[in-house]
Every structure is written in structure tokens, then in C-alpha cells.
């Protein structure tokens, strides 16, 4: 399997959005792009899978591998008392009962019944063996001892196995796994913000789909409450006071264009954002509402060190990209927003000649040539390729870096994915709830960001809560009390939603910033700690700049649709 | 029951005027290509979208995706129609390649055996990748070749096609032999009614796998101020 051409001008490497923008604009400014990853699906980091992969990525078990590797400590959470396996439970009991009557009538029937159940699992498991250690983890049943064997083992006697029930209702889960669209790492978009501007400018956005995110949810003094989203809301807000309103409007007004008033922040330059924040008498609670649902600032340090101009920047961005579509400033993307976009980013760059090869392994990357080209990279399969330039993720720096001498720090997120069985608010189906630090007895804030089948997500009647925390001392811990904060812990509380199924990882990212190793080598970092994309374009563009100085970068596709 | 016949946009447009222009609404269907490297995907939706040949045409490069009209009975279906930008080379092609295509043309050369059996092989990731209810024509390309130097059978094609529950079909993007024909045949076996009713006049398309997200509510990055308006205005074909 090889390129008919060894060389290009540049190699890209991995497909997450930032190496994905940098090859589709390279590509359409007309220089030849060879596109590996080694993965073989597209975004890495930000990549989305469908409910078996998922769990196949999170449970994976493979320390060596560059990419896996950076997910571990998976906790997998299958709670018995879920709508699925009380229903299989019930049914488990019904065909009990009747199993009696039956057996006295004329035997048989139910044990059929079973055990066409157990052939059904065992014919799942043979097909997806990756799925042992996931029923292992939630059903504590040894897939080769347990279900292989029984299955040869009379059940004559009637007597149900005591595993069966829930390793049922976890199987009819993952017959639905193509319903689901999970992401890595869930983000958002901010509605005029420099991604949007780009995917509507390149003509890119037209393979993407969006939908506006509906609300914003702040969890504050024991309880949630809505993030006002406009002057409206602001107004419109029974618990907040007028001289609070009037101090909220003022400074939201002043946010917005707040160059042109140096004067009122000048003597908070370098500062922290809080006390440039109190000095403007606003209430702890408008406080929160500023840093934590509107900056979307909830690490617990940079609430602290935040400055007031970086503030100012956040807030701004944030209040700019209101009012464009729906209620928030935030877009959301079908089937998972940094896998959609890297993959658009990709197409662009296939169509503009690009070539791809996914799941395919590297063996040695040479960026210092005496003579011939400056970068040659050797495949497993033994190909050659070479290139003027390189552009890659940090998961392929110990080909650059052996030794690690690059600066670098790791950059820990703790996730989960929760399935449940009912929306966390209602009517509301695509929205964000924020716990500030300690909010819930959380050392780092915590983000939850509810999907729905609006956004293919999952099937119809599921929804999907991704939850995330970063920063030093993010643990498993802020992950559970924002889970149970908002699901139902107690059975006799059927008005918050069960968990069906819940995924809680650490994703572990090498961060290097975006480094130039030499004059043909450049290594990028995903953004996997930030709820937006905003970076990837900024640093895509600072990529293409270097390597095709002068060019346009990603100018509009001609549209063949509209003039035929 | 008047017969479907595929035609060129411009002919499609200027019979619209005469019919009610809620039901001409183009319906619009995306149809994504596959096959091996040079068996003349691209060529045949030249020929179906330009009606032109290019000899020794260069590997696909620039077209995000064609639009053709067809017009079938009282309707105009419009075809969004994607080609795999090389993107199949690898077996690199993305999942939003696959996503909500309706109809998919998978393309063999009847010259070279060894094309059917990858022709087979895109089938199977077609069954396992997209939608299930999408319309598969299986095209045999180069047929003006047929007498010189043709290398598999039609029957063989044709039997194949049968068991697998596909369209089968022999053209010449060259000569224009029977390319309309697979576009309209596709056309008539496109679950329309289905498809409008699921869609709620929505641009959009239902989701691969069954899923699918709800009509309302779907943003237009370009219809925003500033963008580009896709509604479909009055065009100029």
C-alpha cells in the first residue's frame, strides 16, 4: 500500500482539527499534502465513535499505544437500577412465574426463551471481543467462564442465572451503539467567533450541520439557576434585584466594548479579574455568573490568577456571539464538533489533491537531512515518504523527541459521558451547567454539557451529559458529585434522571503549545481543556503562514451547486 | 403514468413554470460515489452533470460536490452528488462521507475483473456504513470498450447485483451510453415520499444508522448576515 509519489511538499501528522485546518489550507493554496494518521478515524483527540468504540477506546488496555494511552483510570458505571434492567428484570420474573405454569403444562418453551437469550449474548460477544472487559467491569461476569460455558450447561432446571438480567439489558444497549455519536472531548462554538467566521468564509461549514445550544445553567448556592442570556433575561429575572440588574447592565454594556473605556479597568491591568469585578459592587452571585457561565472560567487557580484584560477578552467574546442563533452564544455540531470539523477540514484538502492514509504506523520521522529533502518519514510498512515541511500533533513528539527534551507538560482532563434516560431540565435539550469550584464539594469546577438526538447523539428517548474538569488536582471525584448532583442517586427521586450507562476517564494530552523545531518541523497540541475550538484556527493560520507566505488562507471554495 | 426521464437542469427549471411550485421544490438526494482509483467515477457524473468527456482526465480534484437535476414524474429530485476526492485510495474516506446518502453509485470497469471485486468489497462497507434504506446501483463503466476488450461478463455483474439487491447497470461515461439511465432508475427508487415526510421541508437529510436529528432548528452558517444565502433562488439554469 503506497502513494505512486513518496514526495510532498508537506506531511501532515495526525488529524486532529489544528493538523486538519493546516491541510486544507495548504492544499487549496495548491501545495501537495500527504495526510497520515494512525489511528483510523479522523480528529484524535476530538474524535467521536459510536457507543461500542467508545467504550472499546476508554477500555482499551494497550499502555504502549501513543494515542490509547492517553486514556485511562475508565470507570465503567451500569447501574442495575436502570430503566432497561428493571424492565429486564421484570421480564426475567415474568418468564419466571410463567416458567412454573409453563413447565407444569407442557415444559420447555421459557428455557428456550433463555436460553436463546444466552446464545444471543455469546453470538455479541463473539463478534465484538472487545466487549469482555466492559461486560467484566459492569456485570462482574467472566465472559469465557460465565456465559461460553453455561451455555453448554443444561438449564433445564429452570433456574435463572443471576448475571443474566443485567448483561441483557447492557446487551440491548449496545444494539443501539450506532445511535450514538460520543465525543472524546465535547466543544462548543462560539456563534461569531473566529471558527464560525472561518467555516462560513471557506465554504467549509457547508458539510456541517449546527444546531444553537439552548441554555446556560449555573450551579449556585445549592441549587441551578439560568444564566441570563440577554438583556431580557437580565430584566426579566425575579430573584436578582434592581440595583443588581441596573449594576449587571452597566457592566455587560461596558464588556462589550470595553477598549474603548481603558479608563474604568486601567488601574486593574495585571490584576485579577475578581477584584476588578468586586470594585464594580457586583454581588458574589452576578460574580459567579461572570466568571464561571459567561468567561467559562472554572478552574479554581485561573479563577484566581485570571487578569482583568484577559477577563474583559473572555466576557467579550462570550457577549459578542449572543443573539446571532438561538439563545446562547454557542453552537453546537451534529455528530460531535471536532470530529465533523476535521474531517470537512480533510475533505477540503482530499479535494484540493490532498492524500490520506489512515491507520497507519510510523516507524521512524528524520527532520534534520544533511542532503535531500529536510523531513523523511518511514512507515511500518517500510515506504518512504518525504517533504519540505512536517506539521504535527503532539502525539507523534517521541519520534521528534526521544529524550524528551522538548518542553512539555501534561495536560489532565477528567471526563465522563453519562447515558440517561430522561433530559436534566425539561424541555431543554442541548445546554451547559456550570459548577463553580467547591460548589458541590468539587475541588475543580466542573462543566456539564447535555446532547440530545437533536444533535445525533444518541437514540430519540436517551440524552447524553458529558461532564469535565481540568486543572491541577481535577480528580474522578468532581467528575461523581456533579454526576450525582444531577442524576438520581435515591431511587424514591424519579424526577431527575437515571444513568444508564456512565463512562469517567482521564484524558492525558502532551501539551507543547505550538513549537518549530526547526525551520521544517512544527509540533501543535490539541485544545482539549478550553469548551471551544477558538485556538485551532489562530495557530492553523500562524502553520500555513510560515510554510505558503503570501497566500490566502482558505479562501472561498467557488460553489459548483449554485450555477448548474 | 408518464415516463421519468432525466434531463438537464435547464430543461427541468423551464418546465417548472407550468406546474404548482410546491410540489417542484427539488427534493434534494445525496448520492455518493465509490469504486476503484480510475474506473471513472468522476467521469460518469461528467457526463451526467456537463454532459461532457475529457480524455485522460486528472484524478478528481476541486469539486466539493456536483448538483444535477433530474425530473421524475412530477418532481425534481436534485442530486447533491459527492466524489471521494481520492479520499478511498487508503480505505481513508470519513464517516461524513457516508452520512445521509441516499443513493450511492459504486462503479467497476468492465475491462478489469478485479474492479468487480472491489466494487463488492465497497458494497459491503456501504452495508455497514451508511444508512440502510440507501438506494446501491453497481456500474459497470468503460461499456464502449465492450467489444475489444471487455472483461467481465455482464451476466456475472448482473447476478451479483441480483443476490446483493442492487441496481446493475452497464455505461459509457465516454459516449454517453445509458448514464442518464442509471441516474433516473436511481431516481425512481429513491423512497421520496418517505424522505420528504421525514425531512418536514427541511433541507437536511436523516441520519445514517437509523439516527437522525430532529428538522427544527438547524442552523445555516451562511444564511446569516454576511454569509451566503442557500435558499434556492430563482437560479439562472
Known amino acids: 500500500m503506497t502513494a505512486d509519489k513518496t514526495h510532498f511538499d508537506v506531511i501532515v501528522l495526525g488529524t486532529g482539527l489544528t493538523e486538519s485546518i493546516v491541510a486544507g489550507s495548504l492544499a487549496r493554496a495548491g501545495k501537495s499534502v500527504l495526510h497520515i494518521d494512525r489511528n483510523e478515524f479522523y480528529g484524535e483527540h476530538l474524535a467521536s465513535f459510536d457507543l461500542i468504540n467508545l467504550l472499546k477506546v476508554t477500555n482499551h488496555g494497550k499502555e504502549e499505544d501513543p494515542f490509547l494511552s492517553c486514556y485511562d483510570e475508565v470507570e465503567l458505571i451500569f447501574q442495575s437500577g436502570g430503566e432497561e434492567a428493571k424492565e429486564a428484570q421484570m421480564k426475567e420474573e415474568v418468564l419466571k412465574t410463567n416458567s412454573v405454569e409453563a413447565t407444569a403444562r407442557d415444559g420447555g418453551s421459557d428455557v428456550e426463551a433463555k436460553s436463546d437469550r444466552k446464545t444471543e449474548l455469546a453470538d455479541f460477544l463473539r463478534d465484538y471481543p472487545d466487549m469482555d472487559a466492559v461486560f467484566k467491569a459492569t456485570c462482574g461476569i467472566d465472559v469465557e467462564d460465565t456465559v461460553l460455558s453455561h451455555l453448554t450447561k443444561s438449564t433445564a432446571d429452570g433456574e435463572s442465572e443471576p448475571w443474566m438480567p443485567k448483561s441483557w439489558a447492557l446487551l440491548e444497549l449496545l444494539r443501539t451503539s450506532r445511535q450514538y455519536n460520543l465525543e472524546l472531548c465535547p466543544k462548543l462554538l462560539y456563534s461569531r467567533g473566529g471558527l464560525v467566521e472561518l467555516l462560513a468564509k471557506s465554504g467549509v461549514g457547508r458539510y456541517l450541520e449546527f444546531k444553537a445550544l439552548d441554555q446556560i445553567y449555573l450551579f449556585w448556592e445549592g441549587k441551578v439557576e439560568q444564566a441570563p442570556g440577554s438583556k431580557e433575561d437580565v430584566f426579566g429575572n425575579q430573584t436578582v434585584s434592581l440595583v443588581d440588574k441596573r449594576r449587571l447592565m452597566k457592566f455587560l454594556t461596558f464588556a462589550m466594548d470595553y477598549e474603548e473605556n481603558e479608563g474604568l479597568f486601567d488601574a486593574f491591568k495585571g490584576k485579577p479579574y475578581q477584584s476588578f469585578l468586586q470594585d464594580q459592587k457586583l454581588s458574589p452571585r452576578l460574580i459567579a455568573f461572570i466568571l464561571n457561565a459567561t468567561a467559562l472560567v472554572v478552574e479554581r487557580e485561573t479563577l484566581v490568577t485570571l487578569s482583568t484584560e484577559e477577563g474583559l477578552a473572555l466576557t467579550q467574546r462570550h457577549l459578542r456571539s449572543l443573539g446571532r442563533w438561538g439563545k446562547t452564544a454557542f453552537l453546537v455540531a451534529l455528530y460531535g464538533a471536532g470530529s465533523e470539523l476535521s474531517q470537512a477540514f480533510c475533505r477540503l484538502c482530499a479535494v484540493y489533491g490532498g492524500t490520506y492514509i489512515l491507520k497507519y504506523p510510523l516507524s521512524h520521522i528524520s527532520i534534520s537531512s544533511e542532503s535531500g529533502p529536510p523531513v523523511s518519514v518511514a512507515a511500518d510498512d517500510g515506504t518512504v515518504y518525504t517533504a519540505s515541511w512536517v506539521v504535527t500533533s503532539s502525539t507523534y513528539a517521541k519520534y521528534f523527541d526521544p529524550e524528551h527534551k522538548l518542553e512539555a507538560e501534561s495536560q489532565t482532563v477528567w471526563r465522563g459521558i453519562a447515558i440517561l434516560d430522561q433530559p436534566l431540565y425539561g424541555q431543554s435539550t442541548l445546554n451547559v451547567t456550570v459548577f463553580p469550584p467547591e460548589s458541590i464539594g468539587n475541588v475543580q469546577g466542573v462543566m456539564a454539557t447535555q446532547q440530545s438526538w437533536d444533535v445525533s447523539s444518541c437514540p430519540k428517548t436517551k440524552y447524553v451529559v458529558h461532564f469535565q474538569a481540568s486543572g491541577p488536582c481535577c480528580s474522578r471525584e468532581d467528575i461523581r458529585k456533579a454526576l450525582v448532583a444531577l442524576t438520581n442517586d435515591a431511587p424514591a427521586d424519579a424526577a431527575k434522571p437515571t444513568v444508564l450507562l456512565a463512562v469517567l476517564y482521564r484524558q492525558t494530552v502532551r501539551s507543547c503549545g505550538t513549537t518549530w523545531l526547526n525551520d521544517s518541523a512544527v509540533v501543535c497540541t490539541p485544545e482539549t481543556a478550553t469548551p471551544d475550538l477558538e485556538q485551532a484556527p489562530t495557530v492553523a493560520r500562524s502553520i500555513f503562514d510560515r510554510i505558503a507566505p503570501g497566500e490566502e488562507f482558505l479562501p472561498s471554495v467557488p460553489d459548483q451547486s449554485e450555477d448548474m | ?237
Open chain 2, 1 to 237: 403514468m408518464s415516463t421519468p426521464s432525466a434531463q438537464p437542469g435547464g430543461a427541468a427549471a423551464a418546465a417548472a413554470g407550468a406546474v404548482d411550485a410546491a410540489t417542484l421544490k427539488p427534493i434534494q438526494v445525496k448520492l455518493v460515489l465509490l469504486g476503484e482509483a480510475a474506473v471513472g467515477k468522476s467521469s460518469l457524473v461528467l457526463r451526467f452533470v456537463n454532459n461532457e468527456f475529457q480524455e485522460n482526465k486528472e484524478p478528481t480534484i476541486g469539486a466539493a460536490f456536483l448538483t444535477q437535476k433530474c425530473k421524475l414524474d412530477d418532481k425534481i429530485i436534485k442530486f447533491e452528488i459527492w466524489d471521494t476526492a481520492g479520499q478511498e485510495r487508503f480505505h481513508s474516506l470519513a464517516p461524513m462521507y457516508y452520512r445521509n446518502a441516499q443513493a450511492a453509485v459504486v462503479v467497476y470497469d468492465i475491462t478489469k475483473p478485479a474492479s468487480l471485486d472491489k466494487a463488492k468489497s465497497w458494497v459491503k462497507e456501504l452495508q455497514r456504513q451508511a444508512n440502510p434504506n440507501i438506494v446501491i446501483a453497481l456500474v459497470g463503466n468503460k461499456l464502449d470498450l465492450a467489444a475489444t476488450s471487455r472483461g467481465v461478463p455482464a451476466e456475472e455483474a448482473s447476478a451479483y447485483a441480483a443476490e446483493a439487491g442492487l441496481l446493475c447497470a452497464e455505461a459509457s461515461a465516454k459516449t454517453g451510453d445509458n448514464v442518464m439511465d442509471v441516474f433516473t432508475e436511481i431516481a425512481k427508487k429513491i423512497p421520496l415520499e418517505q424522505l420528504l415526510a421525514a425531512r418536514g421541508g427541511r433541507g437536511g437529510a436523516s441520519g445514517a444508522g437509523g439516527s437522525g436529528a430532529a428538522g427544527t432548528g438547524r442552523v445555516d452558517l451562511n444564511a446569516g448576515p454576511g454569509g451566503r444565502n442557500t435558499q434556492q433562488g430563482p437560479c439562472a439554469c
